[in-house]
């Protein structure tokens, strides 16, 4: 794509001299077959009469990568770029240096989602883990607004958990338990298994059936599915704006405007301590200097659940992070909206309520329904078909988590008040049937079983008066448990092994130490008085946290889901022309030779590439109008999705045996060779290659390695004063990573090093790279990298493998890196069970140049793209006159 701008005569002259080049360059490009039909049908050109109409087509087009050519103006143009993957600015910054040997990744958003994310980086590889610590107490206010919150949600075991942290302590009703007190299910350690939980397929159909409807007909399908399902009635408004909001808060109680306001507060100090958390980078680089900048995302969609308990705290914690972000337009979803939930919503500083739930309130988020705009990032708990709408469209949007039936693990010594421990349990049980309390205590068998006995009976005793005791006792009875472990370190693998939502640390002694063990949660409360009820309302934190175990792969919803981190190269001092001369290398070691002639032009002295004359109809690019620029969504096709089901669905059933007898098939492997290769071959593949390609994969992953190393330091460990003691987040790497690198007409050793090399960076234990046919020069640069193992399948049973788990293959925590359509599709379908960094799709670049620019090296940098794939696009964007 080229946007150009300026003089009418000019700008013409202007595309013509590039058509011309890109005919020339094409005739003797190797890659021909594939860049000609991409040119020529996904090539464009708009050519604006104003800077701004330019800035604003590029803006609409959200482009992957985006180069910023012109001779006025720069920074004021700069300022005014919204939605980009990567920017690269002035012509020493042709964006193929970006793809192999600055040190920013190259593995970047397409499609329009850099409106909602920013490229892979070392930050994929790291959670942010909130925790709440015990300390000076400066008062009750925000217990005490705990409990209001709680009874107004009509949620009262969260209430009389928080009435034990009053001083004094309020106990919980109770009555006599009978002579057989509820049983929490007796488990050993070796009973304790990482847990992947994935969305049912009953659910996926039918939200899957619903979005189609609302993507195909928008505003009259929401309608008509939103008054099925009696989210509204007919002609009843849909859209509830700020004006009705402030009406709504001002028609509640004195004291409940209080305790949303107070609760609002506390939730925008932490967001707006998060933020600062996260900064803005810039290294010097051979051409000048790189870095990344740290940006809102537009619109945030926010939903809180209208169910059998509506929860005013979630609009809290959903939409007030999304405004102190910076996100303009923010929108909560929830249906029946009561005056509190709308005061909630007023006080948050939403701009609009969607009065409409379920499915058909992400379908009408995520396409855009009428005067609801596609939004570009999607937040908040909900039913299963919620949180299979959101699966479904993760990667078209931005999703924070797929939130799962809610839990506790309390990890305490037999020495704890059993009240206390029972209270905490119910307040998680009483959201929904499913539901896990769990408890893990450990220590001398006769005091465990003596405490557990106690807490079974307090649990009998205070369901008996329980207003929520329908939901809360079959929670407990069918999915409550207890781990008996015999020492420390036991019931600290067991509660990794678990991975829980949330984690409540009770003990009177090694606090400190035990803290420093526990690897996977999403929310973590110590101390006795940091009752995990009192993050789920006021203290700051927030309380959407990853179930399901998934918090092996990510943290929870925070102000920093709606920033994106954007990377940019810019033109400066030049200090030499090995990084240009490395470039040139590894494209074409990787057959790439439009990206290594783009690369060449930017030596000093340049070296043209070589040309044919053009006919006399050079390849022309399709001339389009400010006004033909779009917002794009691009989603994955249903033939793609049916297909990696499939393999997927195989893979999980069986293992080990799936995985060889798929990638048997499909030419991966031939039986009884072997499929994961270990850091000696790599290292002996390594040393096979020749001395100057070494050098290359050497020098280039110390540039993504310095980078990556820069970028970690920019994410900053967070701690506030709260009315308990402390609250904060911590920066954590996940354990295991699976790297994702194409082995198809170009194997990519390149993407070995941009996914490998941050995800060592950020601290991975255990790194994988998958790639079909690993040839010496990818396992070179696996070793170089630092990978731990090489999986030597491809497609989306690599995928099934890195998800799932087969065999000697572990199941990861995150998996990334781009691939073919089924590779996406299969992401996009494990999504949510791990976390991954994007779906990506066809390459494209757009150029924005005025007409002043050199044509050749325009038409260069177009083609480098376009011989990625016959679906790459390849714009230009130019204008004035």
């Known amino acids: 794509i080229l946007v150009t701008f300026g003089d009418e005569t000019a700008c013409d002259a202007f595309v013509v001299a590039v058509e011309e080049q890109l005919e020339q360059q094409l005739r003797v490009l190797p890659t021909s077959e594939v860049a000609r039909p991409a040119v020529q049908n996904n090539g464009a050109v708009f050519i604006c009469a104003t800077e701004d109409e330019a800035i604003e087509v590029t803006n609409k087009w959200a482009p992957e990568h985006l180069e910023l050519f012109v001779e006025e103006n720069e920074a004021r143009m700069v300022g005014k770029l919204e939605h980009f993957g990567g920017l690269f600015i002035g012509t020493l910054c042709a964006e193929v240096l970006g793809d192999y040997a600055a040190g920013p990744n190259h593995t970047l958003p397409t499609g329009g989602t850099a409106r909602s994310t920013g490229g892979l980086s070392v ?121 009705a909001m402030e009406a709504a808060f001002n028609s509640l109680e004195e004291s409940t405007r209080q305790v949303l306001t107070r609760s609002a507060a506390r939730v925008r100090k932490f967001a707006e301590e998060q933020k600062r958390s996260l900064k803005a980078v810039a290294v010097d680089i051979e051409v000048g200097e790189a870095g990344h900048d740290v940006s809102p995302v537009e619109k945030a969609g926010c939903y809180a659940p209208g169910g059998r308990y509506p929860l005013p705290s979630t609009v809290l914690m959903t939409a007030v992070p999304a405004k102190v972000a910076g996100c303009k337009d923010v929108w909560v979803a929830t249906p029946h909206p009561s005056p509190l939930m709308l005061g909630a919503a007023f006080v948050a500083g939403a701009d609009h309520v969607l009065a409409v739930g379920g499915a058909q309130a992400i379908a009408a988020l995520a396409y855009g329904a009428g005067p609801v705009p596609a939004v570009d990032v999607i937040v908040g708990p909900g039913n299963q078909y919620v949180t299979a709408a959101k699966q479904l469209v993760s990667g078209l949007v931005k999703i924070d988590m797929l939130a799962g039936p809610s839990e506790l693990l309390v990890l305490a010594d037999p020495k704890q008040n059993p009240s206390l421990v029972a209270a905490d349990l119910l307040a998680q049980a009483e959201h929904d049937v499913q539901a896990a309390p769990i408890l893990v205590t450990f220590g001398d068998e006769t005091a465990c079983d003596a405490f557990v006995v106690a807490v079974e009976e307090q649990l009998e005793q205070q369901l008996r008066v329980l207003p929520t005791s329908e939901v809360a006792r079959p929670a407990v009875q069918n999915n409550g448990a207890v781990f008996i472990c015999a020492t420390e370190d036991e019931a600290i693998e067991v509660t990794n092994k678990w991975a829980p939502e949330h984690l409540e640390l009770f003990v009177e002694e090694n606090e400190a130490r035990m803290v420093g063990k526990l690897e996977h949660f999403g929310g973590l409360f110590i101390g006795t008085l940091c009752a995990e009820v009192l993050g789920d309302y006021a203290a700051g934190p927030n309380h959407t946290l990853p179930t399901g175990g998934t918090a092996r792969s990510t943290g929870g919803l925070s102000v920093l889901t709606f920033l994106r981190v954007r ?68 989603a994955v096709s249903d033939q793609a999705l049916e297909g990696a089901r499939a393999i997927l669905k195989e893979v999980d059933a069986d293992g080990e045996k799936a995985l060889l007898r798929i990638a048997q098939k499909f030419g991966d492997i031939k039986p009884g060779e072997p499929f994961v290769i270990e850091r000696e071959a790599m290292e002996a593949a390594f040393n096979s290659l020749e001395e100057s390609t070494r050098q290359v994969l050497t020098r280039s992953a110390a540039r993504v390695r310095k980078f990556a190393e820069e970028q970690k330091r920019s994410l900053k460990a967070v701690a506030v004063d709260i009315e308990v003691g402390e609250a904060g987040h911590d920066v954590s790497p996940v354990e295991k990573a699976g790297c994702y690198a194409p082995g198809g007409r170009y194997p990519l050793p390149s993407t070995v090093l941009m996914t490998a090399v941050p995800a060592k960076v950020a601290g991975c234990k255990d790194v994988w790279v998958a790639t079909p046919h690993p040839s010496p020069l990818m396992l070179g640069a696996a070793f170089v990298a630092g990978a731990d193992h090489v999986l030597a399948v491809g497609g989306a049973q690599a995928i099934a493998a890195l998800a799932y788990g087969a065999g000697p293959v572990p199941a990861v925590d995150v998996i990334v890196g781009p691939g073919n359509q089924y590779v996406t599709a299969a992401k996009q379908l494990v999504s949510g069970l791990v976390k991954i960094d994007m779906l990506a799709g066809p390459s494209e670049l757009l150029v924005l140049a005025d007409p002043k620019q050199n044509p050749s090296l325009v038409a260069a940098d177009l083609l480098a793209q376009a011989e990625h794939d016959v679906q790459a696009a390849p714009i230009l964007v130019t204008f004035g006159d």
């Open 123 to 243: 930050l994929t590889f790291l959670r942010v883990r909130t925790w709440m610590d015990s300390g000076a107490r400066s008062g009750d206010t925000m217990v005490k607004d705990v409990v209001s919150l709680a009874e107004l949600e009509g949620l009262h075991g969260h209430a009389a958990s928080a009435r034990l942290r009053l001083d004094p302590p309020v106990a919980p009703a109770t009555k006599s338990a009978s002579s057989t007190p509820v049983k929490l299910r007796r488990c050993s350690a070796t009973d304790a298994k990482p847990r992947r939980c994935a969305v049912s397929d009953q659910a996926l159909e039918g939200a899957r059936a619903i979005l189609k409807e609302v993507d195909a007909d928008g505003e009259k399908a929401l309608l008509r599915i939103a008054q099925k399902f009696g989210d509204i009635k007919p002609g009843e408004p849909f859209v509830i704006e700020r004006e």
């Open 567 to 634: 990377t940019w190269m810019d033109s400066g001092a030049r200090s030499g022309d090995t990084m240009v001369k490395d470039v040139v290398s590894l494209a074409e070691l990787e057959g790439l030779h439009g990206h290594a002639a783009s690369a060449r032009l930017r030596l000093d002295p340049p070296v043209a590439p070589a040309t044919k004359s053009a006919s006399s109809t050079p390849v022309k690019l399709r001339r389009c109008s400010a006004t033909d620029a779009k917002p794009r969504r691009c």
